[in-house]
């Protein structure tokens, strides 16, 4: 079946530092998305890609859309306490009214 | 407007048990899926409903769970009889059919599972 390799599985940072996490794939997907898991909560969506090249950011988080459509890699800028939690990215093969596919997730860690 | 809720928030049974699953979507919203996701590992897919048809169960893992969404509102998830490897976190999200092929699926918080 259609696997995403996250990585790096976890991450301990120093509040203020960037942090880089990226998602490649052996399948072509349309759209990626970066979602971010709070303790007890639902993945919430940060960041949707869905045109191959495209660099999208919201605040202090950029993401891009490999031009292959086979990768995608999500940064944070000037982290801080609240960044604490898990980010996965996921995709749709086709786009749309779709399942996602998602990869295991980045566990992050910011001490203050 | 209210987010994805899912009822019960955490739930303890023993091997053989049944259990039922609950979950309300963001009012107005066509799609719903069920995920799951067992410790450690990704979240998966189990099953996509448009208004009350099933679209899509591919990621259903056996006959012992039935999932039903009657008159295209709520749904249930029923795992019977329940096995030690169905525990995990079962998530609900909910999502309009947009034109334009854009999609925002709405999560909800989630149903922690044990199975002992």
């Known amino acids: 079946g259609q696997q995403l390799n996250q990585s790096p599985q976890s991450m301990f940072i120093q509040e203020g530092e960037d942090v880089s996490m990226n998602c490649t794939s052996s399948?072509?997907?349309?759209?990626w998305l970066w979602y971010k898991q709070d303790p007890g909560e639902g993945p919430v969506l940060l960041i949707a890609?869905?045109?191959?090249?495209e660099l999208t950011s919201n605040g202090r988080l950029t993401a891009q859309f490999g031009i292959t459509r086979k990768d995608s890699f999500l940064n944070i800028s000037a982290s801080i306490p609240s960044d604490v939690g898990i980010y996965f990215c996921?995709?749709?093969?086709?786009?749309?009214?779709?399942?996602?596919?998602f990869g295991k997730g980045t566990k992050l860690t910011v001490n203050p | 407007e209210a987010g994805v809720t899912q009822f019960p928030s955490h739930s303890v049974i023993e091997k053989g048990q049944t259990v039922t699953l609950r979950c309300d979507p963001i009012?107005?919203?066509?799609?719903l899926y069920w995920y799951r996701r067992v410790m450690g590992k990704e979240i998966k897919f189990l099953l996509h409903?448009?208004?009350?048809?099933?679209?899509?169960e591919s990621g259903m893992p056996n006959n012992r769970f039935l999932a039903e969404r009657t008159g295209g509102t709520y749904s249930t998830l029923k795992v019977q009889p329940a096995e030690l490897e169905d525990s995990g976190v079962y998530f609900c999200?909910?999502?309009?059919?947009?034109?334009?092929?854009?999609?925002?699926?709405?999560f909800g918080p989630g149903t922690r599972l044990l199975v002992l």
């Open positions: 999200a909910s999502s309009r059919i947009l034109a334009g092929g854009q999609e925002t699926q709405y």
């Open positions: 399948s072509i997907f349309n759209t």
């Open positions: 890609l869905y045109k191959a090249g």
């Open positions: 996921a995709g749709q093969t086709q786009g749309g009214s779709e399942k996602l596919v």
């Open positions: 009012s107005g919203h066509d799609n």
């Open positions: 409903f448009v208004k009350e048809s099933k679209q899509d």
